[in-house]
């Protein structure tokens, strides 16, 4: 599938293998672009030096209501390398008010009053809309997300960006993070379904899929092979890219590898 490099001023200048930065670039994310049989997903690779600025996406039905159409945005992380302390801010630690919120994203101390959860390899997270979220630097994860470019910016950390403060604390939700039931550890040669819905679903697959993980994709499908490789349709695809399938038969699976399987679950 066709790929995007993405500049972002708390990228890296080095990147794992198998991608590459060309020389005086800072990569902060690599897209996959959206295939036409799977418009409203989008993967991507997102590889941190600093944090990311304190943000919040609308859902589907604020966005209609704004007359934006159904742009709202759910998204999903896993973790798949740390450095030592790296967190994400994810919710808060307690309920906040809209004003309260908005004095602290205009002082920065909206920062503190998150929760910021230690991170490693195999944490996934599942990031409904209207949580308030930050990815920590020294982080490397994958991000499946409906595909939306609308994001609200609250606190950037006085980088010369726009922010999007009155939008983003009017759909921002003030409550702490569930992550009894958003949050699981994945062992890196695992087999373990991520998300079901109710935009999209993931798995982690390791070797072919049984029946059970197959009934769940009967359709057009992203597979991104985290170890070894794929073939569709002939064609190898290796760790570190993404391939789109028209049905799950027509992948074949190398029998120690290891892959994420994306779908979407309706369409917009």
Known sequence: MPTRQVEKPW??????????????????????????????????????SEKLSVQVHPSDAQTQAQGLGRQGKEECWLVIAADAGAALGIGFDAPIAAEAMRAAALDGSIEQRM???SVKPGDFFYIPANTVHAIGGGIALIEVQQN?????????YGRPREL???????????????????HREVGERDSA????????????????????????????????????AVEIGGERIAAGSCGLAQRLSDVAFDSDSVVLLAAACGTR
């Open 11 to 48: 990228g890296r200048d080095a990147l794992p293998a198998p991608f590459k930065a060309d020389a005086g670039e800072r990569i902060g994310e690599i897209w996959f672009e959206p295939p036409a049989a799977l418009p409203d997903l989008l993967v991507k690779y997102i590889f941190t």
């Open 115 to 117: 929760t910021w959860h």
């Open 148 to 156: 939306s470019d609308i994001t609200y910016r609250l606190y950037d």
């Open 164 to 182: 999007h403060l009155e939008d983003g604390i009017a759909v921002a939700k003030g409550e702490r993070y569930d992550s009894g039931r958003w």
């Open 193 to 228: 379904q991520l998300a079901d819905g109710p935009f999209f679903r993931l798995d982690q697959v390791r070797g072919a899929p049984g029946g059970e993980v197959a009934a769940r994709y009967p359709g057009a499908l992203l597979v991104i092979p985290r170890t070894g």
